[in-house]
């Protein structure tokens, strides 16, 4: 497994940007799948977005397509979520999320994902 720590949530207004950060350790960085997810207040967590192992392939929500991106950079261990135009409905915890499989890239779920970080917060204020 891979350990997992997220930066950069914080309380913002409607329509600002926010970066999230997830710095990966203890395991070869660049053959793992990546994902966000989020989990608001009493809901279930779900999934945000996903990158290939290279970062090239990526797929997304419903709900944040056109205004979240995630990238990968294996020379730094590290995967980003960038979150333009935020609305009242992205508060959540946001959890990055690791495996070395892609079972399924293009319908994925909390079980897929062996690692886990500890979440970090954004709450946007309208």
């Known amino acids: 497994q891979v350990h997992l720590v997220e930066s950069g949530g914080g309380v913002v207004q409607a329509g600002d940007s926010l970066r999230l950060s997830c710095v990966a350790s203890?395991?070869?960085?660049?053959?793992?799948?990546m994902a966000w997810f989020r989990q608001a207040p009493g809901k279930d967590r779900e999934f945000v977005a996903i990158?290939?192992?290279?970062?090239?392939?990526?797929y997304y929500s419903d709900s944040v397509k056109g205004r979240f991106a995630i990238s990968k950079d294996n020379a730094e261990n590290t995967v980003y979520l960038q979150m333009n135009s935020l609305k009242s409905e992205d508060t959540a915890d946001y959890y990055c999320a690791a495996d070395l499989n892609a079972n399924n890239f293009y319908d994925p779920s909390v079980r897929d994902f062996a690692s886990w970080g500890q979440g970090t917060q954004v709450t946007v204020s309208s």
């Open positions: 203890g395991s070869t960085f660049s053959r793992h799948i």
């Open positions: 990158i290939s192992r290279g970062g090239g392939t990526t």
